[in-house]
């Protein structure tokens, strides 16, 4: 197991997976389906544990594709021309070969070259999956706190319901960033693998010191 693929199942998979069980059990708990005591998670061992990281590493899969769905009402079309089309207002002056579009051959690129900075790069969209998967449980634990309302005619449970969807909201959004910045460094490290120092330092003649003068 390589080390992109572990930093995936972490970010991308268990930790959005945890949530989801997280709201799983609470609805259970809502319907009388389930009977569940907090205190019995102090007595939790290493085997228990790492079962239930395999079960929220299962609902992460599962519930990936579905999350997708909410992730569109807040994915901007063209996400890579979009990232590409800032980039180039950032780089005035030069002139590139590709597009927003061609990213994966760019990205391929990179992965060849560098492996280690690909990962890093890697990351990025792995944040933006993680960040997306949990605004989607949120919503879920929202929709839990309106059944309580609805059962319990608890309404304090109204306002949690209203807390949740604004932190759902704001992780979509913060997602989108992330999704941004791993299109935009794939194009800034492209630009980079085409820069030398003396682009950017040169010694004026008059001022340099006369043994360089000389040369």
């Given amino acids: ?40 998670f102090n007595d939790l061992g290493v085997i228990p544990s790492l079962g239930l990281a395999v079960i929220a590493y299962i609902l992460g899969s599962i519930f990936y594709p579905i999350s997708i769905i909410w992730h569109r009402l807040f994915k901007p079309k063209n996400a890579p021309n979009l990232a590409f089309k800032e980039f180039r207002s950032r780089n005035p002056g030069w002139k590139f070969e590709f597009e927003g579009k061609d990213w994966k051959t760019l990205f391929a690129y990179i992965r060849k070259e560098s492996p280690n900075l690909a990962a890093e790069i890697d ?31 608890a309404y304090i449970n109204l306002l949690y319901a ?27 490290t492209i630009l980079s693998y085409q ?21």
């Fill in 123 to 153: 990351k990025q969209y792995a944040f933006y999956i993680m960040l997306g998967s949990i605004s989607f449980a949120l919503l879920f634990l929202a929709i839990n706190q309106v059944i309580l309302v609805i059962l319990n005619r």
């Fill in 195 to 215: 820069l030398k120092p003396d682009i950017f330092v040169k010694r004026e003649t008059d001022s340099a010191p006369p043994e360089i003068r000389k040369k």
């Fill in 1 to 40: 197991m390589n080390i992109g693929l572990g930093f995936y199942e972490i970010f991308a998979r268990i930790i959005p997976g945890a949530f989801y069980l997280i709201a799983l059990v609470q609805l259970a708990l809502t319907l009388n389906l389930i009977s569940f005591d907090l205190q019995s």
């Fill in 162 to 188: 209203i807390l949740l969807l604004i932190a759902s909201l704001l992780l979509a959004r913060e997602g989108r960033f992330f999704q941004t910045r791993f299109y935009q460094w794939i194009f800034e």
